[in-house]
């Protein structure tokens, strides 16, 4: 029988699980006595997934290589909240973007991690291979378009200034079903919390709220809402207590009615510009042969 994956091992959904997509990254924070289910921490949230659902990622550089690749990291923003205008005293500071490793790295047997962490006290990074970020964003990933929407921008090159003048080309329909379904999902989880314990995760409710108004904004103006500051009085009495959970669940449900009604209207393309992201890829490929 092989070793469990020890805490801390970075991994990938091989399958959807816990209302998260294939594909989403993660981190291994239980690991199994026995037995083949591990806690992984998904988007903050702890999710139970069994072994055959996982692909373990960036093993093809041990983690303290990692550090040799920062000076690739070509975009990189403020995320959580400081970025959605919800940040607080104790709020921790969230870093995200891609990286471009060098073209030497995707010519040997090996290739470069898909993506790069690194932690200290009070603040967390994460950066995408820009192949792996650009296929999230073209999936309509709530996170990646996000991160390509954020009003905190902290390192833009000049690779990643051409890939957010065409960030437009992300966004379609499609976002109506990753915000959509995402957020249903995870509200039926939240109800079932209720009537089995009584409360729910308060944090993670207004996460998904937040989606919903992020989604309908996006849906309606072609245009990533990531700052959710006009909302910041009702969302944080949300996390608090404060608004109690029938009513914060009526407030849900009469922004899901707008979603739904967003969705309908859209005039957003039915697929992304695949042909322009592309064109993009290929270029800072030609530009990593360099380095």
């Known amino acids: 029988m092989s070793r469990p ?3 801390g091992t970075a991994v990938t959904l091989h399958t959807p699980q816990g209302g998260f997509p294939a594909g989403t990254a993660g981190t291994i924070v239980h690991s199994p006595q026995a037995g083949s289910v591990y806690g992984v921490k998904v988007d903050g949230q702890l999710v139970k997934v069994n072994r ?3 692909k373990v990622t960036g093993t093809d550089l041990p983690p303290a290589d990692h550090e040799a690749l920062r000076p690739f990291v070509q975009y990189a923003c403020m995320m959580g909240s400081r970025a959605f205008g919800l940040s607080t005293d104790t709020s921790d500071t969230d870093l995200r973007g891609f990286y471009l490793p ?14 790069l962490e690194y932690a200290r ?3 967390e990074e994460v950066y995408w291979e820009a192949r792996k970020f650009v296929l999230l964003a073209l999936k309509a990933n709530p996170n990646v378009l996000e991160v390509l929407a954020s009003p905190l921008p902290v390192t833009v090159t000049p690779l990643a200034q051409a890939l957010l003048e065409i960030r437009g080309a992300f966004l379609s329909r499609r976002i109506a079903q990753t915000y959509g379904e995402y957020v249903k999902a995870q509200f039926r989880r939240l109800d079932n919390e209720q009537r089995t314990h009584g409360e729910v995760r308060l944090k993670h409710a207004v996460h998904l709220l937040r989606l919903l108004l992020s989604g309908t904004h996006t849906l309606r103006t072609g245009e990533v809402l990531v700052d959710v500051s006009e909302h910041r009085d009702a969302l944080l009495a949300v996390k608090t207590g404060q608004m109690g959970w029938p009513e914060a669940d009526r407030w849900r449900a009469a922004l899901q009615r ?16 695949v042909a322009a992201v592309e064109a993009w890829l290929r270029m800072a490929r030609r530009a990593a042969v360099d380095w």
Request: proline share 21%.
């Open 5 to 7: 994956l020890p805490p």
């Open 52 to 54: 055959v659902h996982l």
């Open 102 to 115: 060098p073209a030497r790295l995707h010519w040997g047997l090996s290739d470069p991690p898909p993506q």
């Open 121 to 123: 006290t009070g603040v």
């Open 258 to 273: 707008d979603f739904d009604q967003a969705a309908a209207q859209t005039r957003l393309p039915e697929g992304p510009d």
